[in-house]
């Protein structure tokens, strides 16, 4: 196993994880809720997220929130999928809201000035105020964290729970926005507790080759997350990410010994979806890895499940990187973008 110092890797993000999410809580939301407030006084009815990578993973998440709950559209897109072919309807009354970490994400960064120029009501989502895309937006949200996958589901699942809170009220947003006050504590424990599990896990997947990541419902963004940004990016182990409501149209046909999977498992109305094709592969396959929201999550609401299953597979992912003698941290091309 690599041997390195883990308080100098920046891929491992769990040490300021839980001051930032609280941060986030306490200064975000009520600015998130100002601009919230705004969409609904001149009427939008529509709401687009861009993004690319981890962050298009949050955004798909909390546009799946929207829709779940409320009638109000909402679509998340990748940069260039919005560049290339965006939406018919882009006027006053959409709202886009882009999201970028550094804010020079050539795609993002355009696609916020096509929906501007259009009329829309445009939001930049960057790590600090200073960023290229802060300028270009009517608004912006700079978290100042470097956990960016809480960051951005947070700020994210703001936007929805404020903007549906004013123009479409759920009393199950509501519940979710009560159980994000105790996201912290449960971070706190998770961050302290699962370091040698995810040792112990991230050894043992660290022999195989590849990996299938499958889930359903509001966890699908994140296990794509995991089983192809985290995955192929951080810890070059190839691999795939698998919807377990299709596991039965095709994916079905690879499980065999020494084939490995990695699961997630939440608490909403497609548990038995995922839980379903686990019970497919474990009849046919020892290698599986499963991470499950009933048993971390402290009985929060199963829309937090993106959030807290982050933890253990942060712990999973950076380990199974050095026991494969890798630093997460080194890439082969993505600092040479200029080549692509």
């Known amino acids: 196993m690599l041997q390195i110092d883990k308080n100098t890797v920046e891929f491992l993000v769990t040490e300021n994880m839980v001051r930032e999410v609280e941060t986030i809580l306490r200064r975000d939301f009520p600015r998130i809720g100002e601009m919230a407030g705004e969409m609904a006084d001149r009427g939008v009815d529509r709401v687009y997220f861009v993004a690319c990578g981890s962050p298009l993973c949050a955004a798909q998440t909390a546009a799946r929130l929207m829709e779940r709950f409320s009638s109000v559209p909402a679509t998340a897109y990748s940069g260039w999928d919005f560049c290339d072919n965006p939406p018919h309807r882009l006027d006053r009354k959409c709202a886009l809201i882009a999201i970028s970490h550094?804010?020079?994400?050539?795609?993002?960064?355009?696609?916020?000035?096509?929906?501007?120029?259009?009329?829309?009501?445009?939001?930049?989502?960057?790590?600090?105020?200073?960023?290229?895309?802060?300028?270009?937006?009517?608004?912006?949200?700079?978290?100042?964290?470097?956990?960016?996958?809480?960051?951005?589901?947070?700020?994210?699942?703001?936007?929805v729970l404020e903007f549906l809170r004013r123009v479409a009220p759920h009393p199950e947003l509501e519940r979710i926005a009560a159980d994000l006050t105790k996201l912290p504590g449960v971070l706190a424990r998770l961050v302290a507790g699962w370091e040698e599990k995810g040792r112990a896990l991230g050894e043992r997947a660290s022999r195989w080759p590849f990996l299938y990541t499958v889930a359903a419902g509001p966890l699908k963004p994140l296990a794509y997350k995991e089983g192809i940004v985290t995955l192929l990016e951080f810890t070059w182990t190839h691999g795939s990410c698998l919807d377990a409501a299709e596991f039965r149209h095709g994916p079905l046909e690879v499980a065999e010994p020494g084939v490995p999977f990695l699961f997630l498992l939440g608490t909403d109305e497609s548990r038995h979806t995922a839980q379903r094709a686990l019970d497919f592969v474990r009849r046919h396959t020892d290698d599986v890895i499963v991470f499950d929201h009933r048993e971390i999550g402290e009985g929060l609401h199963p829309w937090l499940a993106p959030m807290t299953l982050f933890v253990p597979l942060e712990w999973f992912c950076y380990y199974l990187s050095l026991h494969k003698d890798h630093n997460p941290d080194h890439r082969r091309y993505y600092g040479g973008l200029a080549e692509y």
């Open 102 to 159: 550094y804010g020079k994400t050539e795609e993002v960064c355009l696609a916020l000035e096509k929906a501007k120029a259009a009329g829309a009501y445009t939001v930049a989502v960057t790590g600090r105020e200073e960023n290229p895309i802060a300028a270009l937006g009517d608004r912006v949200v700079a978290y100042g964290a470097e956990c960016i996958w809480e960051a951005h589901l947070l700020v994210a699942y703001a936007f």
